[in-house]
T-cell receptor
Framework: GEDVEQSLFLSVREGDSSVINCTYT??????LYWYKQEPGAGLQLLTY?????DMKQDQRLTVLLNKKDKHLSLRIADTQTGDSAIYFC??????????????FGKGTKLSVKP | DTEVTQTPKHLVMGMTNKKSLKCEQH?????MYWYKQKAKKPPELMFV???????INESVPSRFSPECPNSSLLNLHLHALQPEDSALYLC???????????FGPGTRLTVT
């Protein structure tokens, strides 16, 4: 079945870069997503990448996809205290077992120290 | 505008109560979703509506009853809940089933 794995915690200093990693198992994954969740809030769609791309950049965010290794990463440049949150990696595959539904990782808690 | 709204923000209910959660979007999305999220866990899919028809019911107990009155609205009717149903209930919508989903802020439900 489909599985998405993430490390559970990451701690960085303000101003440094953060890199959050994710691996997935479904080779038919079509889209891969990064969501941010602040305490008590809903999920905010940060960015997503189509499986035929290997990189996407959006302001401070850079997504890298290694399809061969089924590895996705999210780099946050110049990390700020407001970036402290849980980051969920998710994948979807309309033709795969997930039937187009999101398969989430367990989430990575990013802590940013001043 | 990528806003999904949910009401109420918080809800406390007893095990014999009947209540409803509401979700609304005006993005013209034709797929809408209910998720349940427990603390420190990812969201778990409950129901999917596609073009106002129930597409997926992920083996959710019958004490949760979804309703999609029109393409902009999604309700979740609650009856005879258990304390273990206490969670954050998230609504999401997408242009079509399988495209990127936008989430609402959630309803924090406590069952006493």
């Amino acid at each position: 079945g489909e599985d998405v794995e993430q490390s559970l915690f990451l701690s960085v200093r303000e101003g440094d870069s953060s890199v959050i990693n994710c691996t997935y198992t479904d080779s038919s994954s079509t889209y891969l997503y990064w969501y941010k969740q602040e305490p008590g809030a809903g999920l905010q769609l940060l960015t997503y990448i189509f499986s035929n791309m290997d990189m996407k950049q959006d302001q401070r965010l850079t997504v890298l996809l290694n399809k061969k290794d089924k590895h996705l990463s999210l780099r946050i440049a110049d990390t700020q205290t407001g970036d402290s949150a849980i980051y969920f990696c998710a994948e979807t595959s309309p033709s795969g077992g997930s039937q187009g539904n999101l398969i989430f990782g367990k989430g990575t808690k990013l802590s940013v120290k001043p | 505008d990528t806003e999904v709204t949910q009401t109420p923000k918080h809800l406390v209910m007893g095990m014999t109560n009947k209540k409803s959660l509401k979700c609304e979007q005006h993005m013209g999305h034709r797929a809408m979703y209910w998720y349940k999220q427990k603390a420190k866990k990812p969201p778990e899919l409950m129901f999917v509506y596609s073009y106002e028809k129930l597409s997926i019911n992920e083996s959710v107990p019958s004490r949760f009853s979804p309703e999609c009155p029109n393409s902009s609205l999604l309700n979740l009717h609650l009856h005879a809940l258990q304390p273990e149903d206490s969670a954050l209930y998230l609504c999401a919508s997408s242009f079509s089933k399988g495209s990127e989903q936008y989430f609402g802020p959630g309803t924090r439900l406590t069952v006493t």
